[in-house]
């Protein structure tokens, strides 16, 4: 059975918590870790098998470990994805906009090799990146226009670097139009997507962002042409209640991701 520890204990990590503790997921659940103690607390509460609360994220890839999952931030993976590597252990990431950052994605590639772990992305809440991962040598152009609500959009950075104010916005506006490096910049937790979907293209993505009171739920259309021919794909995902900002499929993603990574038999796509 594999052994997992799990850094962020917000929505994301909450539901791949259950998932170990109900059974969906065949592991144990060893670690966890939240920048909030009482984020930690209480989601240790809600499990039957209690893993231990550790207070170092650099203590969730120690033995008997075998994968440590980020659920938390950005800034979680460029603190602790190396050291979970340096310990050869494998590493699920949600935060993918990190790899954005070529020098993170590098060092973290490079040490793959020289310590024969593992890094795993999920699809979280875009759809076809295993079609979009089988085309990439033959990708011209791949592009991703996100839609939220702006109560979903609430806290990016974008909003202090243009000196706007997410509640002010009224009517559909785009608030983005460039680069999936810049975008997961601005927008870091919610422009995961098109760092997912760029690494699957392997090629940045050009990222529209766009905030529509009107919205009642996140939309992603990821379009791509190339040798191949074309592909458009659009997801329209429930935002989560107690996190707008997350789609309850990101959430299914990690689930079913670690699923594949902890059974056995037949497995469809990535």
Do not use: W
């Not at 520890?5 to 065949?26: E, K, M």
């Not at 702006?150 to 002010?168: I, K, N, V, W, Y």
């Amino acid at each position: 059975m594999k052994r997992v520890a799990l850094l962020g204990c917000g929505y994301i990590g909450t539901q791949l918590a259950l998932a170990i503790d109900s059974g969906r997921v065949p592991a144990r659940l060893e670690r966890v870790y939240d920048a909030s103690a009482e984020a930690a607390r209480t989601l240790v509460s809600k499990l039957n098998s209690k893993p231990q609360i550790t207070e170092n994220p650099h203590l969730l890839s120690y033995p008997p470990v075998d994968i440590v999952v980020e659920a938390a931030s950005q800034g979680a993976v460029r603190e602790v994805a190396l050291s979970v590597l340096q310990n050869r252990r494998d590493l699920m990431v949600m935060s993918v906009g990190a790899f954005m950052d070529e020098a993170i994605r590098e060092v973290l590639e490079e040490a793959c090799g020289d310590y024969q772990s593992r890094i795993y992305l999920p699809s979280g809440a875009a759809g076809g990146l295993d079609a979009i991962s089988a085309a990439r040598h033959e990708i011209e152009r791949v592009s991703i226009t996100t839609t939220k609500n702006p109560a979903s959009l609430r806290g990016a950075p974008h909003f202090e670097t243009e000196g706007m104010d997410a509640d002010s916005i009224t009517e559909r506006t785009i608030l983005y139009r460039g680069g999936a490096a810049e975008a997961v910049r601005r927008f870091p937790a919610n422009a995961n997507v098109a760092g997912a979907v760029s690494m699957a293209a392997g090629r940045e993505a050009e990222v529209v962002v766009v905030a529509d009171p009107d919205a009642e739920s996140n939309t992603h259309t990821i379009r791509v042409r190339g040798g191949f021919g074309s592909m458009e794909f659009t997801t329209s995902n429930v935002p989560e209640p107690s996190n707008p900002r997350t789609s309850r499929l990101a959430a299914l993603s990690a689930v079913r991701t670690l699923y594949n990574y902890c059974a056995g038999g037949v497995k469809t796509g990535t």
